[in-house]
């Protein structure tokens, strides 16, 4: 059940369902956050919302974060819903944990166009409630948008994401909006299922939640200050 009130702050969260968006979810819900969230797995989305056991003050959206069709529909549902909408937390994203030289590119056209056309349409579409509400915008970019590794294209992408952090940030930062970059290092998630050696590689890991903690600091800064980056790796991660 519910204990958000009319006035409680809304937060869109993209991929909301599992790992580090699940995890925010689940902080900003325990402030008294009402929440919506989006994802491709519709299960998921609700097993989910299930287990929050948020009643009324978690929306789910299923579809795709590089649709603009149903990124427009769950923007307008949140503000439809909700009469508002402060933050959006564009996490949706993938890898598709090979290299140049043995990928398939049609792997990477969808890691492209969730990873970096997603954020650019999500923040196309929330703009307008974002101004009124002056309101902020966190990208989950990625290390690997900071270092390059060998031919990963996926890391490719995560650069675009931190140039589309700072091209959004210059567009709307005398409006009143605030965008924040989050760039963690590895972090122990769903993210590694898909990978051929199952599971992450050996080494320095984080929770989903040490990033979550992160993304809701950035979203709670006070009016008239924004986090425009954080990076943060597990200690003895190198890259
Ligand atoms: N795990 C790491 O080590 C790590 C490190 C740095 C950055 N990141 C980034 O952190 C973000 C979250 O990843 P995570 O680690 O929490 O992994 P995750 O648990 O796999 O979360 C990704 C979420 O995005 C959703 N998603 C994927 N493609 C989508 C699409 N086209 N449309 C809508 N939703 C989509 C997934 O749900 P569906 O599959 O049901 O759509 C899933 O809920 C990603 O941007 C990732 O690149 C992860």
């Known amino acids: 059940m519910s204990t958000a009130g009319q006035d409680a702050p809304v937060t869109l969260v993209t991929g909301g369902g599992s790992g580090i968006g699940a995890a925010t979810v689940r902080l900003l819900l325990g402030r008294g956050h009402r929440v919506a ?10 097993a989910f919302a299930a287990e929050a056991g948020a009643g009324d003050a978690l ?19 949140t503000v439809g819903r909700f009469g508002r909408l402060d933050h959006v937390v564009a996490n949706a994203g993938f890898s598709t944990h090979d290299d140049l030289a043995n990928g398939d590119p049609e792997q990477w056209r969808e890691m492209l166009l969730t990873n970096v056309l997603g954020p650019a349409v999500l923040i196309r579409a929330a703009l307008p409630a974002l101004r009124a509400a002056g309101g902020r915008i966190v990208l989950v970019g990625s290390t690997a948008g900071v270092k390059n590794t060998p031919g990963n294209f996926y890391s ?6 931190s ?25 122990e998630s769903p993210f590694w299922d898909s990978r051929g050696s199952g599971g992450a590689p050996d ?3 984080m929770t989903s939640e040490n990033v979550a903690e ?26």
């Open 214 to 239: 992160s993304i809701v600091w950035a979203l709670a800064q006070p009016a008239g200050v924004e986090v425009n980056s954080v990076v943060l790796r597990p200690s003895g991660q190198v890259h």
């Open 203 to 205: 080494g320095p890991i």
């Open 37 to 46: 969230i989006t994802g491709r797995g519709e299960d998921r989305l609700k």
């Open 156 to 161: 490719v992408t995560k650069f675009a994401v």
């Open 59 to 77: 929306l789910l959206f299923p579809g795709d974060a590089s649709d603009p069709a149903a990124v427009g529909a769950a923007v307008d549902g």
């Open 163 to 187: 140039a589309l952090a700072e091209n959004a940030r210059v567009l709307v930062t005398g409006s009143g909006v605030g965008v924040t970059l989050v760039s963690p290092g590895r972090v």
